[in-house]
């Protein structure tokens, strides 16, 4: 089979929204992910990922480490033997820099979307905005970049997330997961508010579970309180996978958790921050609530801390608008609130 590597060199969440894209590609080859640190549970999670390489990009990590050459050398000596590359992107990066390594490392067939002229760097180029279209969820356009390489989704395949669960399943913790955290701060419910959610679904008689990183333990604790099991920062990826796909319904902002309930099919309510647009970022097929104010003035500013005094877009939203997502989201028939939207599969 042809050796390919697939690059995808940001966070966990983007890594699961790759899997259909990858999924593709390994129907006819051996797939490689290069991923970033923050990628590399997600991406020994995904059908279809035979090997997983880790580097943490200077050009794409938040906060990103110094550009050494030694570094990017020994990256170049670990990327040859590869037959193709594919280079997996979002609208605001650019694949030129690793396609110069990989073109050193003599990888001879590279993909990518670009809006700078590639040169010799790119044998498939898509051109955001003209080939490629950017205002669709990011899943779609990694398959889309994936098909130009030649790997459409395989017959069947209805391109939704997926990810590899433990067989059988454990027993259900809770009900309801409540995960309070995300990457950056701007996309962030406030812990009050989540605190008082959990309070209330406890109180409807809803087994609560409150998850996070291992970065996040005082976090869960202060949201967790006396009221749900606090499960921060005591989950691999894989184990917090498995306590997501036996709940009923997953509160959560726009960070990896949201995906990773998509990939197991939970129904989201969905704290999204429109710091980035939801069409692109919100959870992908699956039944999900979206709430918080989506033409808030931090809308499209890819911010990471909120640059509005008082976080309006997700301060908005009452701990009792989330309980009425998820009886709406368990129990259909129950109304929303003013700042919600109901998406279905």
Not at 61 to 79: H, S
Not at 216 to 227: C, K, M, N, P
Not at 287 to 295: A, E, K, R, T, Y
Request: glycine share 10%; charged share 20%; net charge negative.
């Amino acid at each position: 089979m042809r050796k390919v590597l697939v690059a995808r060199l940001d966070g966990a969440g983007d890594v699961l929204l790759a899997g259909p894209a990858v999924r593709s590609i390994a129907r006819s080859a051996r797939v490689t992910m290069l991923v970033g640190p923050a990628g590399e549970e997600a991406a020994r999670l995904l059908p279809g990922v035979a090997e997983v390489r880790v580097w943490a990009c200077p050009w794409v990590l938040g906060d990103p480490p110094p550009v050494r050459r030694g570094e990017i050398d020994a990256l170049t000596d670990d990327l040859t033997g590869f037959d193709e590359a594919v280079v997996l992107t979002s609208f605001h990066q650019s694949p030129l820099p690793l396609a110069l390594v990989l073109r050193m490392a003599g990888v001879p067939r590279i993909t990518g979307a670009s809006l700078d002229y590639p040169g010799a760097l790119l044998d498939v180029r898509l051109r955001p905005g003209e080939t490629l279209d950017e205002d669709q969820p990011e899943p779609e356009r990694m398959r889309a970049i994936a098909a130009a390489a030649g790997y459409p989704l395989p017959p069947g395949d209805d391109g939704r997330l997926d990810v590899r669960l433990p067989s059988p399943l454990p027993e259900a913790p809770a009900d309801v997961v409540v995960h309070p955290g995300a990457a950056v701060d701007a996309r962030r419910w406030p812990a009050g508010h989540a605190a008082e959610a959990v309070r209330l679904l406890a109180g409807e008689g809803w087994r609560v579970a409150v998850t996070g990183g291992p970065g996040e333990r005082d976090l869960t604790a202060q949201v967790a309180g006396d009221h749900a099991l606090d499960l921060g920062g005591r989950t691999s990826m894989a184990e917090l996978a498995a306590v997501l796909a036996g709940a009923q319904a997953v509160v959560v902002g726009n960070t990896a958790a949201a995906h990773l309930a998509a990939a197991v099919g939970t129904p989201v309510v969905s704290l999204f921050a429109p710091v980035v647009p939801a069409v692109r970022w919100r959870p992908y097929r699956v039944p999900q609530v979206l709430l918080g104010d989506q033409d808030a003035p931090c809308r499209d500013s890819r911010a990471r801390e909120c640059p509005v005094a008082g976080h309006p877009c997700l301060a908005s939203v009452r701990p009792d608008d989330v309980v009425a997502a998820v009886r709406r989201l368990t129990h259909p028939a129950v109304p929303l609130g003013p700042l919600t939207e109901e998406i279905p599969a």
